[in-house]
């Protein structure tokens, strides 16, 4: 079983910048996928970025493209999401996934909310 935690949400301005942290444990971190996704109120949840396990090997939803940076330090177990320039559309509840590069099950964390105020 893997334990799913984030952490980093909050308030800010339009145009500022936050950091989101997703830790992992209960697995060989290094042999895990791992995805952000948020969910609006009123709205789906949806892909925001994902990280393979090489940290080269991330990728964007359009709407986040050249604003997040998606990272991975396997050494502390921890994915991390740079926010910038940030949007009222960003505002979200945030959420961290992780699955077995092989397969299985994916795992989630509880979310953390951002709120993007103009």
């Known amino acids: 079983q893997v334990q799913v935690v984030e952490s980093g949400g909050g308030l800010v301005q339009v145009g500022g910048s936050l950091r989101l942290s997703c830790s992992a444990s209960?697995?060989?971190?290094?042999?895990?996928?791992v995805a952000w996704y948020r969910q609006a109120p009123g709205k789906e949840r949806e892909w925001v970025a994902g990280?393979?396990?090489?940290?080269?090997?991330?990728k964007y939803a359009d709407s986040v493209n050249d604003r997040f940076t998606i990272s991975r330090d396997n050494r502390k177990n921890t994915v991390t999401l740079r926010m910038n320039s940030l949007k009222p559309d960003d505002t979200a509840v945030y959420y961290c996934?992780?699955?077995?590069?092989?397969?299985?099950?994916?795992?989630w964390g509880q979310g953390t909310r951002v709120t993007v105020s103009s």
């Open positions: 996934k992780a699955r077995h590069f092989a397969g299985g099950s994916d795992y």
């Open positions: 990280i393979g396990l090489a940290p080269s090997a991330s």
């Open positions: 209960g697995s060989t971190f290094s042999n895990l996928v």
